[in-house]
């Protein structure tokens, strides 16, 4: 296909990136937000804040060497980018077609009401974003659904840039990864897809580009991860990733499923439809007349075949993953023309340095395959993989780094000046099978004694008794009633708990205070959950900052940072930690302050760990070792504190693994191997549990019917899942027949500051009830309470507690 460019044409950068974090250095747009949605700020003020946080960010950015025309992406989103592509095409569920104003157009309390809901209606729901720890709001599109220019937010940014003398990149999700990612509206007729709606999406995609044509955007970058994943243009992805990870991991065997095959009859067939898709979706999109030259983004992941495919749509530059990708093939390259490549070769997920001289090889290679296809090898440019979002902004103010491991590490500003670098030709290529030009040998990346307690494992380090025995002796020793409450964990963290964990930090408060003051809290916790009437308690865990740091700062192998934050969703920010060197456990972790919690009450208190897999997936791993060995030394050391837990009294342990389907492969080859080191590391940390120790463990944020029999194989006594604002979805994939140990869908969506009423609650587990049967099932919240208020935790937790009242005296009545 063959375009005319338009009249703001101008070349690609040689240097640029897909996307630079939004939340700023300091956590500036949570702190703007939260204070908005309090009323301590109003939205003149909100403005100010988060306009002077993007002027800011492009002034680094420049300043870093990103100072050509369009080298700069505008990624900044209020919220979400997936809920920003949505509310632009208009998007808006029935439910929410009161936010939309006369003129169909959607404002920021809008756009908010869709992103966290209000007291009456439960927000979009959320999930992971690919294999990241990043959160996007799912759109819902019916047949019905009014598609039409709804926000002009992307072309508003570009204009705020150009006025204030820098000429940015607008960025949109793409049409394809937008719907795939879509749900369909309830309501919509058996059949129906939001893939049905392409071409009345990517009509108002097309009105977008036209009015940035008209702006003077001489670029626009379009976002389709989804080419990296193995689609199915019927059902989604999230359909086809199931084929291969239904039965993956239910591998107490040692077995595994092969990928099953495509429905559609065969890869050619599918590739064939990607294709056609693509020239109604970027094929469209790059025969307009009027609009800025178009970069496509393929983040995530090499797209292999589907290459020529987007080659062909006029598109004039397509960015290829090349460190998680292949290079493309000479085949692959067959019609490139005067299509520009972007070389994804700084690695945007890790915040590990680049093998610049490897990377530099692959760049020489590229350039080579690029001319042998008769393209142009000048036009190639050197980008990151994927977007910045997903690592913090600088090291330059961690200061508490040691100097040896800080060598090693480059945050988002140190990217941008690795791809700066790269482009100016500045590297000399070096072998790309050679050794690392940062080697990591310096004090605790190795451990002996940690590597030969891995090697001594026998065959039977993950198994427990069966089931049976178990549940008989758990019934004995904890006599729980039908249909036991819980929560997930942590309670709300207060003003007077977060000061009390600075000021021990900071030297202000002594050991002998901060244990004073965190006893305190556990005993109000403890007190506040016996008068609300909960089966299972928590102590509430005041002591801890993050569920992944805490046991991070615990660990030997792990470094924290000060201010290495990182969008997780929407205002809420983590500070993953740095997982250098080989895992051990100095001395007990949680045990004091769970059996002190014990030690208050007569009902039965869970000690509270994070799992193998979700302290590797929200932690920045050494890449030195498979992830399979650092979980194994991870099991090993949260086996010895469930041992010490036991010890002190306590016969509920939760092992907390919500990143589990997080991990998950895009590509189908690739799951059974990570589903079967994934459940053993569960199972090796937990195998050495007493029969009568009940073991938990809670999920979250996920498409759990995807990953349905690796949850079974976890062999956990009770598994709490994320459930209620997918409104018990999950429930529906579960066969009580095969799954017969504990279950606890969510019932109160904790992401969400509304309050559900009891009778949202029963209709909920009565659903359940009926689906799995009263004796596997438990009430509690979707996931922990610590970013709620006490008012809204104790109104919910009554209005749990009650509606678990009702259903307890239906099934007795059925008895």
Known sequence: MTTTPPPTAAPLPAATIVGYPRIGPDRELKKAEEAYWAGRIDRTELDRRTAALRTATRERLTGLGLDAPAAIPETFSLYDQVLDAAVTIGAIPGRFADVLDADGRIGTDGYFTLARGDAQRPPLEMTKWFDTNYHYLVPEIGPDTDLHLASTQVIDLFTEALAAGTTTRPVLVGPLTLLLLAKAEDGAPEGFTPLDRLDDAVAVYAEVLERLADAGAPWVQVDEPILATDIDLVAGPSAARDEGAGSAAAQSDGGASSAAARSDGGAGDVDDVIARALQRSVGRLASLAQRPQILVTTPYG?????????????????????????????????????????????EGRTVWRTELPTAAARLDALRD???????????????????????????????????????????????????????????????????????????????????????????????????????????????????????????????????????????RL??????????????????????LGLDVLVHGEAERNDMVQYFAEHLDGFVVTEHGWVQSY????????????????????????????????????????????????????????????????????????????????????????PALRELLPLRRADQDAYLRWSVESFRIATAGAADGTQIHTHLCYSEFNEVIDAIDGLDADVTSIESARSRGEVVDAIDPERFERGIGPGVWDIHSPRVPSTEEIVELLQHAQE?????????????????????ETEASLRNLVEATRQVRAQVAALA
């Open 302 to 346: 090499g797209i292999g075949d589907h290459l020529p495919a987007l080659l062909s749509t006029g598109a004039e530059a397509v960015h290829l993953d090349l460190t998680r990708g292949d290079l493309p093939t000479a085949e692959q390259l067959t019609g490139i023309g005067e299509t520009a490549l972007v070389a994804g070769l700084v």
């Open 369 to 507: 395959l690029v001319r042998t296809a008769g393209g142009d090898e000048r036009t190639v440019s050197v980008a990151t993989s994927v977007s910045l979002q997903h690592v913090p902004h600088s090291l330059d103010r961690e200061n508490a780094l040691d100097a040896a491991l800080r060598a090693t590490l480059a945050f988002a500003d140190e990217k941008v000046a690795e791809v700066v670098l790269l482009a100016s030709g500045g590297v000399v290529p070096g072998d790309v099978d050679g050794p690392r030009s940062v080697p990591r040998d310096f004090a605790g990346v190795h451990d002996e004694s940690v590597r030969e307690r891995v090697a001594a494992l026998g065959p039977d380090a993950s198994t427990r008794s069966p089931f049976s025995a178990r549940r008989a002796a758990q019934e004995q020793a904890l006599d729980l009633p039908v249909l036991p409450t819980t929560t997930i964990g942590s309670f709300p963290q207060t003003a007077e708990v977060r000061r009390a964990r600075a000021d021990h930090r900071a030297g």
């Open 510 to 531: 002594d050991a002998s205070g901060y244990r004073q003051a965190m006893r305190e809290e556990i005993a109000r916790v403890i007190a506040l959950q016996e008068k």
């Open 570 to 657: 929407g205002s809420r920010c983590t500070r993953p930690s740095i997982l250098f060197g080989d895992v051990s456990r100095p001395e007990p972790i949680t045990v004091e302050w769970s059996a002190y919690a014990q030690s208050l009450t007569s009902k039965p208190v869970k000690g509270m760990l994070t799992g193998p897999v979700t302290i590797l997936a929200w932690s920045f791993v050494r890449d030195d070792q498979p992830l399979a060995q650092t979980a194994t030394q991870v099991a090993l050391a949260l086996r010895e504190e469930i041992a010490d837990l036991e010890a002190a009294g306590i016969g509920i342990v939760q092992v907390d693994e």
């Open 771 to 791: 689906a799995i049967g009263p004796r596997a099932l438990w009430a509690n919240p979707d996931c922990g309470l610590k970013t709620r208020g006490y008012r």
